[in-house]
């Protein structure tokens, strides 16, 4: 501001430059030497650091706000000092696992969680946690048969193996066949004139059927052809 405190033709050269900003700094015949700094007025916030390159009246917007402790900065205002670690590509935790930034503050950094998702107890901080999945936990075999999960890792799935109990027939990702009625053997296992019983076709039950003469029920062998005898 400017005050010319006489005005008489004669006075010349008295007029006082006084800054707006600051009334205290003035300067007579003259223009003062004023600043502003636009920092003082916390134009960035809490958690952000100011900085005025130019405090010139005249030079206004070039105050730089950057995210304490970090490089993330913004000219002529707020910085955006979030930084969900989670929201990360490709994702930190992979499938399988919940992710979890506990302060997204810009200048945390490596504080995410991975947890399980099948096992909430199984977790990791900054990076994934060890998960396993036993596909076998759930009985996809049924009843008679052994079930093996060939590899339990959350991403892998359908290899498991299900194998009836006591033999080898075997099917990779369902139930496996475990019936073996030996009566429909072929060759037919009793032969002719003889009557064949598998009393049990589950696929570990071998060598228990029965032949029968179909001329006298009373004779008959177990596993093998009977002697059957015809008196004519």
């Known amino acids: 501001t400017c005050n010319d405190p006489d005005t008489a033709a004669n006075k010349l050269h ?3 430059c006084t800054c707006d900003n600051d009334m205290s700094v003035k300067k007579v015949d003259g223009p003062a030497t004023c600043t502003k700094d636009e920092c003082s007025t916390g134009p960035c916030g809490t958690g952000q650091d100011c900085n005025d390159p130019n405090n010139s009246p005249s030079s206004t917007g070039d105050y730089t706000c950057t995210c304490t402790g970090t ?4 000219t002529g205002g707020p ?7 989670c929201t990360a ?3 930190p935790c992979g499938t399988g696992q919940t992710c979890n930034d506990p302060d997204t503050a810009a200048n945390k950094l490596h504080d995410f969680t991975c947890t399980c998702d099948n096992d909430m107890s199984v ?3 900054d990076g994934p946690a060890t998960c396993t999945k036993d596909e076998c936990t759930s009985n996809p075999c049924g009843n008679g048969q052994d079930c093996k999960d060939l590899d339990a890792s959350p991403s892998s799935t359908g290899d498991y193996v299900c194998t009836c109990t006591g ?7 369902g139930p496996a066949t475990c019936t ?3 009566c429909t053997a072929m060759p037919a296992p009793c032969g002719t004139g003889q009557t064949c019983n598998d009393p049990d076709t589950a696929a570990n039950k071998l060598h228990d059927f029965t032949c029968t003469c179909d001329n006298d029920m009373s004779v008959k062998k177990v596993d093998g052809p ?3 005898t015809k008196d004519e």
């Not at 490089?71 to 913004?74: F, Q, S």
């Not at 910085?79 to 670690?85: H, M």
């Not at 033999?167 to 990702?173: D, F, L, S």
């Open 71 to 74: 490089t993330i900065k913004v």
């Open 89 to 91: 590509t490709p994702a």
């Open 79 to 85: 910085a955006t000092c979030t930084n969900d670690e």
């Open 14 to 16: 008295d007029f006082t």
């Open 123 to 125: 977790k990791k901080v």
């Open 226 to 228: 009977a002697t059957c």
């Open 180 to 182: 073996n009625d030996e």
């Open 167 to 173: 033999t080898n027939i075997k099917v990779t990702g």
